[in-house]
């Protein structure tokens, strides 16, 4: 639950500073994806809580054609870490596969409430 709060603030943060600058929604996603990587990296509770975080709002973007939100939302800053070696991410891609689900979870809820 922790971690839903400091995401939130998190994107809350990240997005009123691109308002003031006047920055499009892909570079608020490029930033706040950093900022989540570095912050479950240093102080969460590491990748599977990042990828999770990422596939929610990967999806909820995709779902709002926000395309080049969802592209800076890919788990670009765990590639890097990783140096682009698939192989060592394998066990880590269910938990974006669960963070993916979760988001068309919550896409297909706020759908089901705004329809008349």
């Given at each position: 639950?922790?971690?839903?709060i400091i995401a939130a603030g998190l994107?809350?943060?990240?997005?009123?500073?691109?308002?003031?600058?006047?920055?499009?929604?892909g570079v608020v996603g490029v930033w706040f994806n950093l900022a989540?990587?570095?912050?479950?990296n240093e102080w969460g509770q590491d990748w599977l809580f990042y990828l999770r975080g990422v596939g929610v709002g990967f999806m909820l973007a995709a779902g709002y054609r926000q395309y080049g939100l969802a592209w800076a939302l890919l788990p670009w800053p765990l590639l890097l870490v990783g140096r682009f070696n698939?192989?060592?991410?394998?066990?880590?891609l269910p938990a974006w596969?669960?963070?993916?689900?979760?988001?068309?979870?919550?896409y297909l809820?706020?759908?089901?409430f705004k329809r008349p």
């Open positions: 639950m922790l971690a839903l994107f809350g943060l990240v997005l009123a500073g691109a308002q003031r600058l006047g920055w499009p929604l989540w990587f570095i912050y479950q698939l192989s060592l991410l394998e066990p880590y596969g669960e963070g993916l689900m979760l988001g068309a979870l919550a809820l706020a759908g089901l």
